[in-house]
Every structure is written in C-alpha cells, then in structure tokens.
C-alpha cells in the first residue's frame, strides 16, 4: 500500500512544472528502502529446501 502510494507522489511532483528535486529525491530514496524492507520479507518468508 505504501510502496503505491510513493509511486504515486513521485509521479504527481514529476508532472508539475518547477520540479522540488529534494524532495524528489527523498521520496524515491524512501521507496528504495520499502522495496529493500518488502524483498528482505519474502526472502525470509521461502523456506530453504523443499520439504
């Protein structure tokens, strides 16, 4: 839900004329960082061998 909604923000502030790049930057940084957060939990969430 978060992660689509960043995708969202960062898509409205790219459409406006006068581009805030620092806040730009800080939303994609913190997508990155969802995205890091979602792929470490279904890592954790596979088991290691099939059973």
Excluded: C
């Amino acid at each position: 839900m978060e992660h689509a909604e960043l995708n969202g923000r960062i898509d409205m502030l790219t459409a406006t004329a006068p581009v805030d790049e620092l806040s730009l930057r800080r939303l994609k940084k913190r997508r990155l960082a969802l995205r890091d957060q979602i792929a470490a939990l279904q890592l954790a969430d596979e088991p290691d061998e099939p059973a």
